[in-house]
């Protein structure tokens, strides 16, 4: 699934927060459920235009790039502790 495919960002849809294609779901109700310790299935059933795999291909794309940023910061002394 493409990035297009997954997420969005307009100024004219929620102020120009990140949200799943093709909705007015920010990522971030997402985030927050997890936080909150729901299920993937919680949020998926309380936003149906949501799809799996905009919501997987999410958080699969944000653990890649969380990676990248670690990896890239590994011994010089800017990465987290």
Not at 16 to 23: A, N
Not at 33 to 56: H, I, K, M, N, W
Not at 57 to 75: D, I, N, P, S, V
């Amino acid at each position: 699934m493409e990035m297009e495919e997954i997420v969005s960002r307009n100024p004219r849809v929620l102020n120009g927060d990140l949200v799943f294609s093709g909705t007015r779901v920010p990522v971030k109700n997402l985030v927050d459920y997890l936080a909150a310790g729901d299920t993937l299935e919680e949020f998926l059933d309380d936003f149906p235009g949501v799809s799996r795999g905009q919501a997987e291909g999410y958080l699969r794309t944000t653990m890649e790039f969380a990676g990248e940023k670690l990896a890239a910061g590994a011994g010089t002394g800017t990465g987290p502790c």
